[in-house]
């Protein structure tokens, strides 16, 4: 079983202010690599009023430096968002500043229209721009010199090596899947209906005679916190859920087209009716685990909505102290020096 963290800093006025949350967040990814945890997900979106989180390069750097053997992934980069040659620097560099194998991304071609005025970038051009992304990645992390815009170019640092990072692509709508077969190394959906999107990429591979490479390991709940006492914490947590469900479920009205994990909820009873948000003791949690078996990850966003980083932390270190070891025990995890 994998064991990761994901962030996308939101910080609504109704949370723990920007500067408490981003400490935390490099903190908890130190304690989760000393934890044995496997994956750290950063977000990215812009000019969101609270905050999202604008430079998860930045943030995943400090999260490298601070780490010695957890992967930073970023789902979603969105990638065409960026300049090509500067994506192929800027990740390079983050490969080095792990130590090289511990930097992943999810590439996606965006779909809020405010971001793509913001960057002066055309919507209509974003499948191409991505094509030339992937293109230019694979030629710029070789270090030799290539033909780009019309000019020859050469990028360096590169990275670690001798593979490069991996790329999957994103996405929830079915041209996602056919354009992860095409591009990417991987795929990793997004929305409700991941299995038919699978099956959409697995049957594209096959018709271009790739291989159809392992999928990631299915994900748990979108949120998930461990507490001794369920009662009293669903009231805490619950403004900070319904802020985040509610706003993503309002943004990917933007999309036109694909699904969503999140749906609008209006009140607490609502809230606990969704599978995706999960408040357990640490015995329903160790059952949880158990159930969902050894290929599968459990997931925590210990910061969601801007939820004090007392709170996050609470869940974490219960997590550590009480889920950790039974799952050692049952095999599910390997011990971790800690």
Same mark, same amino acid.
């Given at each position: 079983?994998?064991?990761?963290?994901?962030?996308?800093?939101?910080?609504?006025?109704?949370?723990?202010?920007?500067?408490?949350?981003?400490?935390?967040?490099?903190?908890?990814?130190?304690?989760?690599?000393?934890?044995?945890?496997?994956?750290?997900?950063?977000?990215?979106?812009?000019?969101?009023?609270?905050?999202?989180?604008?430079?998860?390069?930045?943030?995943?750097?400090?999260?490298?430096?601070?780490?010695?053997?957890?992967?930073?992934?970023?789902?979603?980069?969105?990638?065409?968002?960026?300049?090509?040659?500067?994506?192929?620097?800027?990740?390079?560099?983050?490969?080095?500043?792990?130590?090289?194998?511990?930097?992943?991304?999810?590439?996606?071609?965006?779909?809020?229209?405010?971001?793509?005025?913001?960057?002066?970038?055309?919507?209509?051009?974003?499948?191409?721009?991505?094509?030339?992304?992937?293109?230019?990645?694979?030629?710029?992390?070789?270090?030799?010199?290539?033909?780009?815009?019309?000019?020859?170019?050469?990028?360096?640092?590169?990275?670690?090596?001798?593979?490069?990072?991996?790329?999957?692509?994103?996405?929830?709508?079915?041209?996602?899947?056919?354009?992860?077969?095409?591009?990417?190394?991987?795929?990793?959906?997004?929305?409700?209906?991941? +299995?038919?999107?699978? *099956?959409?990429?697995?049957? $594209?591979? /096959? !018709?271009? @005679? &790739?291989?159809? =490479?392992?999928?990631?390991?299915?994900?748990?709940?979108?949120?998930?916190?461990?507490?001794?006492?369920?009662?009293?914490?669903?009231?805490?947590?619950?403004?900070?859920?319904?802020?985040?469900?509610?706003?993503?479920?309002?943004?990917?009205?933007?999309?036109?087209?694909?699904?969503?994990?999140?749906?609008?909820?209006?009140?607490?009873?609502?809230?606990?009716?969704?599978?995706?948000?999960?408040?357990?003791?640490?015995?329903?949690?160790?059952?949880?685990?158990?159930?969902?078996?050894?290929?599968?990850?459990?997931?925590?966003?210990?910061?969601?909505?801007?939820?004090?980083?007392?709170?996050?932390?609470?869940?974490? +270190?219960?997590?550590? *102290?009480?889920?950790?070891? $039974?799952? /050692? !025990?049952? @095999? &599910?995890?390997? =011990?971790?020096?800690?």
């Amino acid at each position: 079983m994998r064991f990761s963290l994901r962030y996308d800093m939101r910080a609504p006025s109704i949370g723990a202010p920007p500067p408490e949350l981003y400490l935390a967040a490099v903190e908890q990814a130190g304690w989760a690599d000393a934890m044995g945890f496997d994956t750290l997900y950063l977000a990215e979106h812009h000019g969101a009023e609270d905050g999202y989180c604008a430079s998860p390069m930045i943030l995943g750097a400090a999260m490298l430096g601070r780490t010695r053997r957890i992967h930073v992934h970023f789902s979603a980069l969105v990638a065409v968002l960026h300049h090509p040659l500067r994506l192929a620097e800027d990740l390079a560099t983050l490969d080095l500043v792990g130590g090289g194998g511990r930097v992943e991304m999810t590439m996606g071609i965006g779909y809020r229209p405010d971001e793509f005025e913001m960057f002066d970038v055309p919507m209509k051009r974003r499948v191409r721009i991505l094509e030339e992304i992937v293109d230019t990645l694979d030629k710029a992390w070789t270090g030799e010199p290539f033909e780009f815009r019309g000019k020859t170019v050469r990028v360096r640092p590169t990275p670690v090596g001798p593979d490069r990072p991996p790329i999957y692509i994103g996405g929830s709508a079915d041209a996602s899947a056919l354009r992860a077969a095409r591009l990417g190394d991987n795929y990793m959906p997004a929305g409700s209906e991941k +299995e038919r999107l699978y *099956a959409l990429y697995d049957a $594209e591979r /096959e !018709r271009l @005679g &790739l291989p159809i =490479p392992p999928r990631p390991a299915p994900a748990g709940p979108l949120f998930l916190h461990v507490t001794d006492d369920p009662d009293r914490d669903w009231p805490i947590l619950a403004p900070h859920l319904m802020y985040t469900t509610n706003m993503n479920a309002q943004w990917a009205k933007e999309r036109g087209i694909g699904t969503t994990g999140y749906t609008f909820v209006e009140n607490l009873d609502e809230l606990k009716r969704q599978p995706q948000f999960v408040v357990v003791t640490p015995e329903q949690c160790v059952g949880l685990a158990l159930e969902r078996g050894d290929d599968s990850e459990l997931m925590f966003q210990p910061l969601m909505g801007g939820l004090a980083p007392e709170i996050g932390w609470r869940s974490l +270190e219960l997590f550590a *102290a009480k889920v950790l070891p $039974e799952l /050692e !025990r049952s @095999g &599910l995890t390997v =011990p971790t020096t800690r």
